[in-house]
């Protein structure tokens, strides 16, 4: 008998019995950390339900969604007119939080904050600022020892949202860049290494003495990676943090399009961080199965609200209150 | 002289085979060294018994990876030692000259195929038609990996038992199925055993077949159609991840994978090597 | 008597008959299943890339272009990332995998020629994502720190050792590709070396020749045929490498003269990008990328096996 229940145990464990519900998601690793974070404290409020987030990036995100292989997506760059003609199933764009992508450095021996500017960063990622203590980057930063080490290049080199917001800025404040590289999820960068994942651009920048990359704000953050200030189109030097990246989304608040598809990079506003952006869950209209659709919905709430407060302790700005009322009208449009 | 210049380099040459000799080895015990030393510290009862933790946040452990690879090498196994354990049997026991060789060069052509090229049929199989990653593609994508080892294994060791065995079976009157599996297979077990082992322990190492088969976790598996964690894969996300805490883990993890992977190849080989079990001639 | 016996005796017979030929059918069976896993195979492979290969036909081999914007695409950094690491990779480890497989068969008492060879042959069971964890935190910090400055200092007037030294690249990459081939050319290496005549070698010591020149001018050439196959077959397996060398290869789909630059592999590309491929023409492109590894791993061991096969008919021992 005791034989007998140790055996079902086992094979009740290998089966996996307990959940009562599982739901899979991919996407987007720049909003990653939040993402675990809700999806974890969503489980504990509500035992019987797993929501497995994969950060394989936007561009995994949107083609997933697009295949039906999982319940839904996430990404930072919003689907373009092409990729939602090719949805089976209609999908909306959630904004789920605000957040940054900062340039982050490994330069041994600097202990001073590096500024940069739009020419200086276009100039690194183009190759064309290519020592680190090139005049451009020395004018902008007078006090600090910059070595005579070449600039290494951490890209990714996966399909990225975090690499649609760079070079979407880049397109703006560079018309060589907009013309050479051009602003998408994956593009032909002219130099440096890719890594996998905001995750694989922080390691590589965190291992790697002398290169630059960009992340979201929290990679840099958690891994105590010194990241700095980028001037802004009010001529500002600006620092990501909350309230500097709420500045950049304010106008877009103000005058959000109804199916939430915005670009908030180089925002006007004298104190609003250039870099900034919305992030999106992708979250099919119509969700064959009755209980993961009332999951989905009831997360998106819990989202809305409760999931708004827990944003700030990752250094994601929440949403602004307007956004958050349209986004509320449009769970309903879910079935 | 001549002489003295000829018996120089046979001194150096021959010493420097041995110094190769003395470097390759010694990466075995480097690995193993430095997994030692940074993963075993970190392989506590968390570890072993927690879920992984949101990243950024300290704990955790790597419960349901362990789980998962015992899940997804499991039913791997379940589909694939049977299929090359009867394939193996036809090809040693039954005389068929084509057929049997057209089986054995393609089960050689699978050994080599690379594993990203097995995970890529995996999931056509089985991902694109569920329309869902899941543990059982994961599996299939394994068990096609075992499928050969195992039945060359076992054709191999089945081959070495010798004819004498069989042909007194058959005449004390042993119908052939009979002969295999009461005479044959016995005899050579220790052989195809160890293939089985060795195959596992292959497989259960393997990472690239389930990155778009099985992906990943944070929680426990839902079941087998249901996207699961994995050792190989947990090791791979961790180790080019920035987070130091990640990093310990996939050391841990690490440690554990070829702590399982060599244990089982080293009593696989010593099995092997004590005995075979039938007198020679 | 014959009539009365007969009876049970045939049809015990038939009994024995018919499950001979059940299991005689189901053994062959399973044996089809194995040729249907490589038919299955073959046609997945061709199938799925028949959108890139009918949208940009040959030219994908030869194209340095790889842009999922405008649907483009082109093996050849690819190509050029594997062909390269590999033949890198042997050229690190043939030297010392043969070596120390002439040390193991020539100077090495049975036994402790034995103890070697099965520690050697436990690194074949180690798996790829832990040299690869291994690479990422030991091999590449000593590549950056000593030796890639090292190399610059004195080989950087090649246009091989230029650039910076990021750690991670091309030499990386072989670096651990060339630990990871060890076992299969020391092993095998080993057992062609091994199965030369001992005749042979002693026909050259009794000319006066030293032991050395013995192993190289007789007992090598001799084995030269299964060392040639132990390369290819390490070769094979180089090819196919994937998380180890998509750990440290640094992941950018060029061809730099250089090999302390980054570059890709095929297997690489496909586990990084495989999820986020959208659209038919790029699934079908890594697809394709997937056929081109498969066909030459599939020529390569074939020609390992030729020489493997030859060698043992060979150096069988027989005057």
Redesign the interface.
């Known amino acids: 008998m005791k034989q007998l229940s140790l055996a079902l145990a086992a094979v009740a464990a290998f089966a996996g019995v307990a959940p009562a519900q599982q739901l899979t998601g991919a996407g987007a690793t720049f909003p990653a950390v939040i993402y675990q974070k809700w999806f974890d404290e969503y489980h504990k409020l509500h035992p019987g339900i797993q929501i497995n987030y994969q950060s394989l990036g936007s561009g995994a995100g949107i083609q997933q969604l697009t295949a039906g292989t999982v319940d839904f997506g996430a990404s930072d760059m919003p689907m373009t007119d092409e990729q939602i003609s090719k949805l089976k199933v209609k999908a909306l764009h959630f904004p789920t939080v605000l957040g940054a992508v900062v340039p982050t450095y490994n330069l041994p021996g600097v202990t001073q904050e590096i500024k940069f500017t739009p020419e200086t960063l276009a100039g690194i990622f183009l190759g064309a600022i290519d020592k680190w203590n090139d005049k451009r980057l020395q004018a902008d930063n007078p006090g600090a020892k910059l070595p005579n080490d070449n600039i290494i290049v951490v890209h990714r080199s996966d399909g990225s949202g975090t690499s649609f917001v760079w070079t979407d800025y880049l397109s703006k404040i560079s018309p060589e860049w907009k013309s050479k590289v051009g602003a998408s999820t994956s593009v032909s960068w002219p130099t440096g290494l890719g890594g996998k994942g905001n995750e694989g651009v922080a390691g590589t920048v965190k291992q790697t003495p002398n290169s630059i990359g960009y992340v979201e704000l929290i990679y840099a953050v958690q891994n105590k990676m010194p990241y700095g200030p980028v001037k802004n189109s009010s001529g500002a030097f600006v620092k990501a943090d909350l309230a500097s990246v709420s500045e950049a989304a304010a106008g877009a608040a103000r005058n959000m399009p109804a199916d939430f598809r915005v670009s908030i990079t180089n925002a006007p506003g004298k104190g609003a961080y250039p870099i900034s952006s919305f992030t999106w869950l992708l979250v099919p209209t119509q969700i064959a199965d009755a209980n993961k659709d009332k999951v989905i919905k009831d997360f998106l709430q819990w989202m809305l609200t409760d999931g708004q407060k827990i944003s700030p302790t990752l250094d994601f700005a929440p949403l602004p209150k307007e956004v958050v009322a349209n986004e509320t009208k449009q769970i309903a449009q879910i079935q | 002289m001549h002489l003295r210049w000829r018996k120089t380099v046979n001194a150096v040459m021959l010493g420097f085979t041995g110094v190769c000799t003395v470097l390759t080895v010694s990466i075995l015990f480097l690995i193993l060294g430095y997994l030692l030393y940074y993963g075993a510290s970190s392989l506590d009862w968390n570890f072993f018994t927690k879920l992984p933790k949101p990243p950024g946040e300290l704990g955790g452990g790597m419960a349901n990876a362990i789980v998962g690879s015992l899940e997804i090498v499991g039913v791997a196994a379940l589909i694939g030692i049977p299929i090359g354990f009867v394939a193996g049997i036809y090809l040693a026991e039954y005389d068929d000259k084509t057929f049997a060789a057209w089986v054995r060069y393609v089960a050689d052509l699978l050994n080599g195929v690379p594993s990203i090229v097995v995970g890529i049929l995996a999931w056509t199989l089985v991902v694109v038609p569920m329309r869902h990653f899941s543990a059982l593609s994961g599996s299939v994508a394994l068990a096609f990996m075992l499928i050969p080892i195992v039945t060359r294994q076992t054709e191999q060791f089945l081959r070495e038992v010798p004819m004498s065995l069989r042909e007194g079976a058959l005449a004390l009157g042993a119908s052939k199925w009979k002969m295999i599996a009461t005479v044959a297979v016995p005899a050579g077990s220790k052989g195809i055993l160890t293939g089985m082992i060795l195959g596992v322990a292959r497989i259960s190492g393997e990472s690239a077949p389930l990155l778009f088969t099985a992906l990943n976790n944070q929680f426990w598996g839902g079941g087998l159609s249901q996207p699961t964690a994995s050792l190989p894969v947990i090791i791979y996300t961790h180790a080019v991840a920035p987070y130091d805490d990640w990093h310990r883990q996939a050391w841990a993890a690490g440690l554990v994978l070829i702590a399982l992977v060599l244990t089982a190849n080293i009593a696989a080989r010593m099995v092997l090597a004590r005995g075979v079990s039938v007198p020679r001639g | 008597m014959a009539t009365l016996a007969a009876t049970p005796a045939r049809a015990a017979k038939t009994a ?2 018919t ?2 030929l ?3 059918l ?3 069976g ?6 249907l ?2 038919v ?2 073959v046609f ?2 061709w199938n ?1 890339s028949a959108p890139s290969r009918h949208s940009l036909g040959w030219s994908f081999l030869f194209s340095k ?5 405008t649907e483009k695409f082109g093996a050849l950094p690819f190509i050029y990332g594997t062909a390269m690491t590999s033949l890198l990779a042997l050229l690190i480890s043939v ?3 043969v ?2 497989a ?3 068969s ?3 008492p049975p036994r402790l020629s034995n103890a ?1 060879t ?3 042959e ?2 074949a ?10 690479a ?3 091999l ?2 000593l590549m ?1 720190r000593y030796i890639e400055p090292f190399l610059k200092g004195t080989l950087g007037f090649l246009p091989f050792f230029q ?2 030294a ?3 690249g091309v030499l990386t990459a072989s670096m651990i590709l060339a ?1 990871m081939t ?1 076992p299969f050319i ?1 092993s095998v290496s080993r057992e062609a070396l091994l199965a030369v005549p001992r005749d042979q070698r002693e026909a050259a010591l009794s000319l006066g020749a ?4 013995s192993t ?1 001018d007789v007992v090598i050439p001799y084995a030269r045929l299964g060392i040639f196959g132990s390369i290819f077959l390490g070769l ?1 397996r180089a ?5 180890a060398v998509t ?1 440290v290869i ?3 789909p060029s061809i730099h003269a250089s090999l302390l630059q ?1 570059g890709y592999s095929i ?1 690489a590309i ?10 038919a023409v790029y699934l079908g492109a890594l ?1 394709e990328l ?1 056929l081109v ?2 066909c030459l ?2 020529v390569i ?1 074939a020609v390992a ?1 030729l020489l493997i096969i030859a060698t043992t008919r060979k150096g069988s021992g027989r005057p």
């Open positions: 024995s008959q499950g001979d059940i299991a005689r189901l053994a062959l399973f044996a089809a299943l194995v040729l896993i490589a299955i195979l997945a492979l799925g272009n790889w842009d999922p914007v030297p010392l995998g070596g120390a002439v040390f193991l020539e100077l090495a070697l099965f520690l050697i436990l690194l069971a180690i798996p790829s994502v832990i040299y690869g964890l291994l990422i935190f030991t590449v910090p950056r650039g910076p990021l750690g991670v630990i060890f020391i030293t032991k050395w020149e190289w094979a090819l196919g490498e994937t998380m750990m640094g992941n950018d980054p297997a496909i586990a990084n990008e495989f999820t986020e491929a959208t659209g697809v997937g590894l498969f791993t599939i061991n096996r």
